[in-house]
């Protein structure tokens, strides 16, 4: 039991630490991506990827969001361990779904079309969606866990309905319409990102599972 405390203490702790990175670094891109929407259009510049929340191609934004995740998805494998067999399974899906979201950076480097990355990510938020309820209604996990997993649901509700805006909106290239787009999607993966980094904080504050 006290052995079970100390893994699940440090392990959601270097959790926290990872969501902050890729969290962060996210947030920064979609602020980028709004001041890109409200520039007026310059000649000889390519701004087919403004509505590309998640992928800012080649920058050192980009490559931290990325380790971020990779962390994220390493350490969400060692708090498998911490937890009841049900939580487990929840835990390997919302894993499996990480490693959506980092292929989808990884082939947004090659210039994959924008669409596809977007379909993974919205694939991976619709996983990950479903592994967070499951994290939310634990039989084992505490009350304050129970709600630092409510917010990380409710983050990805919004990333999920940013990545949905784009997938059914991003293909329109009216400036007002592509401007306007881009500003609330880039809103509401904002606020998917703050509830990550709260949710995730809360967590790392909980008691660990009883098991």
């Known amino acids: 039991m006290e052995q079970n405390i100390h893994a699940w203490s440090s392990t959601t702790k270097n959790i926290f630490i990872a969501v902050m990175i890729s969290s962060l670094g996210t947030v920064i891109a979609n602020l980028l991506n709004i001041l890109a929407g409200l520039m007026p259009p310059a000649p000889m510049i390519n701004r087919s990827g403004d509505l590309n929340l998640f992928i800012i191609g080649g920058s050192p934004i980009r490559l931290a969001v990325a380790i971020g995740y990779i962390l994220y998805l390493v350490w969400l494998n060692n708090l498998r361990n911490c937890v009841s067999e049900k939580d487990n ?3 390997r899906q919302i894993s499996n779904a990480t490693l959506l979201v980092i292929i989808a950076f990884l082939t947004g480097m090659f210039y994959i079309p924008m669409w596809l990355d977007m379909m993974l ?3 991976a938020y619709i996983l990950m969606l479903i592994g967070f309820n499951t994290m939310r209604k634990s039989e084992t996990m505490s009350e304050k866990a129970h709600a630092g997993f409510e917010q990380v649901f409710r983050a990805m509700l919004f990333n999920c309905t940013a990545c949905g805006l784009i997938l059914l909106f991003g293909w329109i290239r009216i400036p007002t319409i592509s401007t306007t787009l ?6 509401l993966a904002t606020i998917g990102s703050v509830f990550e980094i709260t949710g995730w ?3 790392k504050n909980s008691p660990a599972p009883k098991l």
């Open 89 to 91: 399974i929840a835990l």
């Open 121 to 123: 990510c919205f694939i």
């Open 182 to 187: 881009t500003i609330i999607a880039g809103i």
């Open 201 to 203: 904080l809360t967590v």
